[in-house]
């Protein structure tokens, strides 16, 4: 069975388009006959070979919203509960989800599952919308029968996550807005303002205070060389792509903002939360715990950590226990050791772990309201020396020039 993208006329002569699976083209219009609708073009989807060979893979290929991957998780736990099999939970998701990439994704699972793959290996052929963590869950679920609560969990689990990242993002956003119209605004300034100023401090010639003459300079290569300030952004911006696409230089770029001032505390903390609700729901989920950090190693988004974890995994296979390693890796804190220690030793691992990233989740909003506290300050002061500093030497030889005028 294949799937097909169509666009069609409904019975009142509107245009209506949509996806549909059948075994062929002329099955897919008899299908949409019945619906009512006229079709008018219809063309297979591409599957993975071709569109490696069209260009939608990399930069350009369809990648999951993480929010909506956690309604549509929800959905379909919901479903299994009620009893509703796991064919036909993935038709009604597919007749309800609005995002047209998320539909040609179910439709292609829903069709690999009817062609006798478990719902896990058909999940695994889309790796950008279900990630390691998300497909060895639902291949436990699988295992214990208990799929709906395994993705119950997993639904809780992206939730959380996706809180925890908006929250970075929106402290990240008003330093970031209040640095952009600053800069925005000093750009206009030297290179419109300024320039037509210089013709009128001519007449004062060489006695142009020091602080103008700077101005003046600045001002001037703003105007002569924004080209060259652009294209040092743009290299500046490719460099550090080039270096996070090594695993050195990803190591270097993650070590270097773990430690970087203001920010580098909360980046190290919402890691370590990251670490902690990750490891704790597969552990619930009953993946055994050599598993889980290879897949918590995969899915951690820092090079520091991920390093960290690998390293703990392989002193486990040597027969350590986990919070040994951890403690002498010396990238989390000590607290998060004792209570990994306390967790093996009382058989309440997944418990604590997720009593650590609650604990990490709070400080995470502590950490966010003393950041903007410190950048906002600092960045007003900045802004204001900068308008002081353009205020002060245009005043300065205006009223010297006053002076002047007067004198004469």
């Keep these: 069975m294949a799937i097909y993208e169509y666009k069609a006329l409904d019975a009142s002569g509107g245009s209506r388009g949509g996806i549909v699976d059948a075994d062929s083209p002329r099955e897919a219009r008899t299908k949409l006959r019945h619906d009512g609708v006229h079709v ?33 998780t929800r959905q379909f736990a919901t479903l299994l509960s009620a009893g509703i099999s796991a064919v036909d939970g993935l038709k009604a998701i597919i007749d309800q989800v609005e995002s ?47 799929l709906d609560a395994i993705l119950k969990r997993l639904a809780a689990y992206i939730s959380r996550q996706n809180r925890l990242r908006s929250k970075m993002s929106a402290a990240m956003t008003y330093p970031m807005v209040m640095i ?40 001037n ?48 903390k919402t890691a370590i939360s990251r670490f902690a609700n990750t490891m704790a729901t597969l552990l619930q989920a009953g993946i055994p715990v050599l598993e889980s950090l290879r897949i918590v190693q995969n899915v951690v988004q820092n090079a520091v950590l991920s390093r960290t ?3 703990v995994h392989d002193a486990i296979l040597e027969g350590s226990d986990i919070a040994t390693p951890l403690q002498a890796s010396g990238v989390f804190p000590p607290m998060v050791g004792y209570m990994i220690a306390t967790g093996e030793q009382s058989g309440q691992l ?37 308008v002081l500093f353009v205020v002060a030497a245009i005043i300065i030889p205006l ?10």
């Excluded at 924004?226 to 270097?252: C, D, F, T």
Aim: aromatic share 6%.
């Design 350 to 386: 997944e418990e604590l772990l997720e009593t650590v990233s609650d604990a990490y989740d709070e400080e995470i909003d502590i950490s966010i309201s003393k950041m903007i506290s410190v950048l906002e300050p600092v960045i007003i002061i900045v802004l204001a020396g900068v």
């Design 100 to 146: 047209r990439d998320m539909e040609r994704v179910m439709r292609d699972v829903r069709e690999k599952v009817t062609q006798g793959d478990t719902l896990a290996e058909a999940m695994g052929n889309h790796p950008r919308f279900f990630n390691d963590l998300y497909c060895n869950m639902v291949k436990a679920g699988e295992a214990s029968g208990q």
């Design 309 to 311: 974890i690998g390293e």
């Design 180 to 219: 952009v119209v600053g800069f925005l605004v000093v750009a206009v300034l030297m290179t419109f303002v300024v320039p037509k100023l210089t013709a009128l401090f001519k007449k004062v010639g060489e006695g142009l205070p020091a602080i103008t003459r700077a101005l003046i300079a600045v001002s």
């Design 40 to 72: 008018t073009e219809i063309h297979a989807i591409e599957d993975k070979k071709s569109a490696k060979t069209s260009g939608r893979t990399g930069l350009f290929a369809p990648k999951g919203n993480p929010q909506q991957l956690a309604i549509v």
């Design 221 to 268: 290569f703003c105007k002569d060389y924004w080209w060259a300030i652009i294209a040092m952004g743009v290299l500046a911006w490719l460099l550090v792509r080039a270096m996070k696409a090594s695993e050195e230089g990803r190591m270097r770029y993650d070590r270097l903002v773990m430690n970087a001032p203001i920010v580098g505390d909360l980046v190290r």
């Design 399 to 408: 009223m010297q020039m006053g002076s002047l005028t007067r004198g004469a």
